[in-house]
């Protein structure tokens, strides 16, 4: 673990002007302790000696008094920013975490990683501020401030500076020892906190099935054994830090002691001035204050360099490249899917197999197979989330790979089997623009025609059933995911954002899963309405209805692969 990790200055662009504001706060901090411990010897030397009054020094207290204010003018323009950069630092990291994990696709999520990500951007990333609050400041502080008055008290006497010399290697050296036996300890913590936030947000997600079987008080207590060993877990990293914490204070104590019995025994036989003797003993601690509180601190900070570590990690790993090239106009555009293949990790199993086929623009698609033959995975494939291991997807002869990602899904709406709405109200959830550019569901703005076709889309799609059961009808609040809403009534507001929407590619998986046989009928209507009006619909289809409405049916097959075929530590996005 380094204390200050290359990767930082890298990866997040707010903490490199920290680190130079740092650095000169930590010079400007090295000049004003030397020049306090200076003054105040100068002032206190004839008052002991000669018993100067306070006019004699008062030249020397006026100084003091504009180096001490100096001094916490630039402490606190130090702290200020500190807090600020931590902010802004945290942010920076949290965004491009997501936005990698988001870039690296569902097939790495997948794997395990997605909810290490979940708990780093949320509760992880939050612990690395005590490290740039207080960690990194002291860490530069003890490469300014110590050399500094270490140099000026060689200087003053110089066997006080051998003893300083001798004595300061102890604290760094018990530093790293302390260090590598709370390393373990604090890679336990977040991996207990990972497991639990992991456990917790499953729990979440299925909490209503649960509850349908009744089920839902058995997950607490496994819940709450994580939740208890995490406490312990934190509970031992501060025990560890205490006595760390004492260890050092007292190595630095005796350090110090050692400086002012040998300048008390040299002043007593006259090989010291009196002024040299004050400014060391006050020098002393100076040289040993940075190196203790990089050790105070460095528990707090240890978490959160941890998480930090991690999150540089999954920012290091490679993602696919990006397409460049425009995507074409999919109302007039072909895609074909050419022999492509997808190699299930450690599964030895490629789903789909040598998949060919077709899309042209205005028609119903319909992709059928058995469960597990990569219907879903085509359409991961399809919607650009992920990269064919063999094979290709092609819009108008230009390989779905070197077009502009957020140009394709401009053209594309995806309906997953368990639509995802955004938390708010229906009406946002909806969220219709017209081709001007108007909304769709605001009557002050689109006027009477709007409305009409609000209308008439919930009325295919059914949602308007949905509104009449709910008080406050388009402006029901739910909640992440269309909390709130029952899994039905979430898929008619997901198929009336559709309908509403201009998107040309509309991509339906399984879209009558979770609905009843009036709740079909609808959604088959829907289906045609949206073929009617020029689109091109692909639908993941088991059930003969939404079969028989396709204009083109293609099939979707699976096959086993040779061991040495499968690639487990591949990334597709």
Known sequence: MKPLDPRLLRFAAPARGYILL?????????????????????????????????????????????????????????????HRAAARVIMDLR??????????????????????????????????????????????????????????????????????????????????????LTQSTSQRRLAVMERLGA????????????????????????VRELGEAYTR?????????????????????????????????RLVHGDVGLESALAVLILAPEVYQPLRQIGV??????????????????????????GTLPAPDLRHATIVLEDVGVDAPGRGVRAPAGLTCTIRPGRIVALVGSSGSGKTTTVLALLGLLTPDVGDVRVDGHALADIDPVSWREQVTWLPQRTALPPGTIRSALGGRGPRGEDLLDDT????????????VAHLTGLN???????????????HGGVGLSVGQRQRVALTAA???????????????????????????????????????????????LVAVADDVVEVRSETIAPTAVAPAAVHA
């Open 95 to 180: 965004a491009q975490l997501v936005a990698r994990a988001a870039h690296l696709g569902p097939r790495w999520s997948a794997s395990g990683r997605g909810t290490d990500v979940v708990t780093l951007a949320t509760r992880g990333l939050d612990d690395l501020a005590p490290y740039l609050v207080r960690y990194l400041p002291q860490l530069l502080l003890a490469v300014t401030v110590t050399p500094a008055t270490l140099l000026v008290v060689a200087g003053l006497d110089w066997i006080s500076a051998v003893i300083i010399t001798l004595t300061i290697p102890l604290v760094p050296i018990f530093m790293i020892l302390v260090g590598q």
């Open 499 to 545: 309908l509403l929407g201009t998107e040309q590619l509309v991509v339906l998986d399984e879209p009558t899963a979770h609905l009843d046989a009036l709740s079909e009928t609808q959604v088959l209507d829907s289906v045609r309405a949206l073929r009617d009006a020029g689109r091109t619909v692909v639908l993941v289809a088991h059930r003969p209805s």
């Open 22 to 82: 740092v650095t000169g706060t930590g010079l400007a901090t090295s000049a004003l302790v030397v020049a306090q411990a200076l003054l105040v010897a100068a002032a206190l030397a004839p008052v002991v000696s000669s018993g100067a009054g306070l006019q004699d020094i008062a030249t020397q207290l006026h100084w003091l008094l504009v180096v001490v204010l100096l001094r916490t003018i630039v402490g606190g323009v130090q702290e200020r920013y500190a």
């Open 297 to 322: 601190h460095f528990h707090a900070s240890l978490d959160g360099i941890t998480a930090a570590q991690k999150a540089f990690d999954v920012l290091e790993i490679e993602a696919p490249s990006v």
């Open 199 to 222: 456990q917790s947000l499953d729990l979440l997600a299925g909490l209503p099935t649960l509850r349908a079987f009744g089920r839902e008080h058995g997950p607490a207590k496994r």
């Open 445 to 456: 703005s689109a006027g009477t025609d709007a409305e009409e076709r609000l209308r008439a």
């Open 233 to 265: 877990s934190t509970m031992g990293t501060l025990r560890v830090a205490f006595l760390s914490g004492m260890v050092l204070e007292l190595l630095t104590t005796l350090s110090v002691a050692l400086v002012a019995v040998g300048i008390g025994l």
């Open 465 to 479: 059933d949905v509104l009449r059961t709910l008080p406050a009808g388009l402006d029901t609040i739910i909640g």
